[in-house]
């Protein structure tokens, strides 16, 4: 379904205390690759046709893979239609989701190099079972007795 | 490689994670692009049109809001799409495309119904949630036909 | 239309997007020199704004608008005006969208107006409310005048009628009323009337204020000091004949052709809908209705007061089926009392089911318009919602009196 020659956005976030993203766009411009780039806060935006932004967003992301993170965008780079210059002011509500994503980042790449060095985490089910209502009456019974 | 039908649909963590284990990621963000590069339509911001609320018809009745509906008109074929799904519990993360709570008790409804491979997790909140979330759907990822685990973006 | 001040209106809103009607909301501003913005806000203003309003939702853009609406309280944000819009018939949504206008009313200076929509709604369905919405902001001044003063006059240039009013220091001295033909013609006829029975001349008339749908065509004709939508005026007129200035109140007219439910805190208008698109919940219905039953429309009240709507039964509020209903129950024996009385339940329980669905209903309900004088109406509407409804004098001139009212604050300008 989806053509190569599409033309897509990708924004690839970087937190990371050694690669900055002019490190990152120096890499494309190296690569010769025919996509647009856009240094922003959190990293970068690249567009062009599908094939040549997948192929430059693998290239990127072997530089530092646990620290970087990639997904499709669908607003173009520099797009006056999210743009908070022309549209109003104010960040929109996909701004709020990023900000918030990008806060659990580091936990991610923490896990990730767990992966790279073949550790597992011991995975248990995190959420205590439910009280049972005879389990219940009982703490209540108690409390009051105790109070009286 | 899988299709796999990610909720929150716009959420980095997932579609990268998705993508880096070897499978596609089913996004909203792609619909968007398609709409936002359609030459002719002019219905800034995101080129949605008093149309696509009508093509959600589809997957709910008139009586369901129109932003609920203009939502499934994009999310809709990415469900019909999906061979596989990974939804995250209550995010609180949820912005924008995901914003409206309606839209997205349906599309979980409906991932779920489609009898996919599927993982269901919460959303980590700390560092060691946060290592099993990751464990989890690499796990889940790898066990889908076809991984193609590490080589990522293709 | 000259051009007027930027007026920045900021948006709070779930779904406009997703509906693709942003577009429209921004074309409909532009129209009336006005500029839509959003507040900014950070993710902690989001995660925290449940706690600290205490109104928890489902939807994450709901509480993306509650902070939006905090931002603006708490002056954050420049803007001028506040415009809170949402799905149509999404419950949560409703519920967000009522409890935000009170909060900001309650807490800002900003005029508030919301609507909900669907996919179907226009930039042309939204031009009305954001020019009442831009005028509050604009003439905020002139809408707190609580007193006519001076020698002033107002014209109503309606769809079926045209009325006019002349006043002096908060008494309506004139009136005229007659049917719309053209516009300019029954314009100056129904204020040529007026003139007359106040005894004074055009000379003498200090200031002008102009309303209704014709009421470009005649503000430009007659050099209007003001010229006015009907739903900031009428709120005004209604208010004030009542003399219920302040406070909560909702006004409904019910006119010739359209219907009017507005919801009003201290005058200025909140929420509203308009209505228009069926002539059985028109006044048109009961000028059919008083003809089928031989009497003229000034008798039809006081006949529909006597009887008892339940003895007849309608399968339609249809101007065609439902005349057919009430015609049929005359031939099966009904008395013209309680076929007036149901003609007049009819109409009131559409304009129930289509437009007070969409605006809160809070007492005291003033009810307007010439509709308003067929006593069936407001009996109807009080058996209706079991609540008050008062008819102020002068109702049926509600907007002339609304124009005449604000005009006022011309006089000397």
New interface residues.
């Given amino acids: 379904m989806n053509d190569d020659n599409d033309i897509i956005s990708k924004m690839i976030v970087l937190h990371s205390t050694f690669t900055l993203p002019s490190d990152l766009v120096i890499k494309i411009y190296e690569s010769k690759a025919d996509i647009t780039v856009k240094e922003t806060c959190f990293g970068l935006i690249i567009e062009g046709k599908r094939s040549e932004v997948n192929r430059v967003a693998r290239e990127i992301r072997n530089l530092d893979p646990n620290r970087i993170f990639i997904k499709e965008r669908g607003v173009p780079p520099g797009s006056s239609n999210r743009c908070r210059a022309s549209q109003g002011g104010g960040a929109k509500p996909g701004f709020h989701q990023h900000e918030v994503e990008f806060a659990l980042l580091p936990y991610f790449t923490e896990a990730l190099d767990e992966i790279e060095r073949g550790e597992m985490p011991e995975i248990k089910d995190v959420t205590p079972p439910h009280l049972t209502i005879e389990k219940f009456k009982d703490i209540i019974e108690k409390e009051v007795k105790e109070s009286e | 490689m899988v299709k796999v039908f990610i909720y929150?649909s716009?959420?980095?963590?997932l579609?990268?994670l998705v993508?880096?284990f070897g499978h596609e990621?089913l996004?909203?963000?792609?619909?968007?692009?398609k709409?936002?590069?359609t030459a002719g339509l002019?219905?800034?911001?995101?080129?949605?049109?008093?149309?696509?609320?009508?093509l959600g018809l589809k997957y709910a009745a008139v009586?369901?809001?129109?932003?609920?509906?203009?939502?499934m008109s994009l999310l809709g074929p990415l469900l019909e799409?999906a061979e596989a799904g990974i939804i995250v519990r209550e995010p609180?993360?949820?912005?924008?495309?995901?914003?409206?709570?309606?839209t997205n008790e349906l599309i979980n409804f409906l991932v779920r119904a489609k009898k996919v491979p599927l993982l269901e997790l919460?959303y980590?909140n700390?560092?060691?949630?946060?290592?099993?979330?990751?464990?989890?759907i690499?796990e889940f990822l790898d066990g889908l036909s076809g991984a193609q685990s590490g080589k990522?973006?293709? | 239309m000259a051009k007027e001040n930027l007026v920045k209106i900021a948006q709070l809103s779930c779904g406009s997007e997703y509906s693709g009607i942003q577009k429209e909301i921004e074309t409909a501003a532009a129209m009336v020199d006005a500029e839509i913005i959003f507040p900014e806000i950070t993710i902690d203003d989001v995660k925290a704004v449940e706690e600290s309003f205490g109104l928890q939702v489902a939807s994450p853009d709901l509480k993306l608008m509650m902070a939006r609406a905090q931002a603006l309280v708490d002056g954050k944000t420049n803007a001028d005006a506040v415009l809170i819009a949402t799905c149509f018939r999404c419950a949560e949504a409703a519920l967000v969208r009522n409890e935000m206008r009170r909060y900001i009313h309650e807490n800002s200076k900003f005029p508030v107006i919301s609507y909900s929509f669907t996919e179907r709604t226009t930039a042309a369905t939204l031009l009305t409310r954001l020019e009442a919405l831009t005028t509050t902001a604009r003439r905020r001044s002139l809408l707190a005048r609580e007193h006519q003063e001076g020698l002033t006059a107002g014209i109503d240039s309606g769809s079926t009628t045209t009325k006019a009013v002349i006043m002096q220091d908060d008494k309506v001295i004139g009136t005229g009323w007659v049917p719309t033909v053209k516009v300019m013609e029954s314009a100056t006829e129904a204020l040529n009337n007026a003139m007359k029975e106040a005894g004074i001349t055009r000379d003498e008339i200090q200031a002008l204020g102009v309303t209704g749908y014709g009421r470009f065509l005649i503000g430009d004709e007659f050099k209007a000091d003001l010229i006015q939508e009907e739903i900031t005026v009428n709120s005004k007129g209604a208010v004030y004949l009542a003399g219920h200035q302040k406070g909560q109140a909702t006004v409904i007219d019910i006119g010739g052709m359209d219907n009017k439910a507005i919801s009003v805190q201290d005058g200025i208008p909140g929420m509203f809908t308009m209505g228009g698109i069926c002539a059985g919940a028109s006044g048109r219905f009961l000028e059919m209705t008083s003809k089928r039953l031989g009497v003229d429309i000034t008798e039809l009240g006081a006949l529909a007061v006597k009887g008892m709507q339940e003895h007849v039964e309608m399968n339609s509020y249809c101007i065609v089926f439902g005349i057919q209903s009430l015609v049929n129950s005359l031939a099966k024996g009904s008395v013209p009392e309680d076929v007036a009385a149901a003609a007049c339940y009819s109409v009131v329980e559409q304009v129930f089911e289509q437009q007070l669905q969409e605006v809160e209903v809070k007492e005291p309900l003033i009810m307007v318009g010439g509709s308003s004088l067929i006593e069936g109406i407001p009996k109807a509407m009080h058996d209706l919602l079991n609540i008050e409804v008062t008819v102020p004098p002068y109702a049926q001139y509600i907007g002339a009196v609304g124009a005449a009212l604000l005009a006022s604050g011309f006089i000397n300008k």
Avoid: W, Y
């Fill in positions: 929150p716009n959420s980095l963590i579609s990268d993508d880096r990621p996004a909203m963000m792609q619909e968007i692009g709409k936002i590069r002019d219905s800034p911001p995101i080129n949605i049109t008093p149309e696509d609320p009508k009586e369901v809001p129109s932003g609920v509906r203009g939502r799409e609180d993360i949820a912005f924008g495309c995901m914003g409206c709570a309606r919460d980590p700390t560092e060691d949630e946060a290592k099993i979330f990751v464990h989890k690499r990522g973006d293709e």
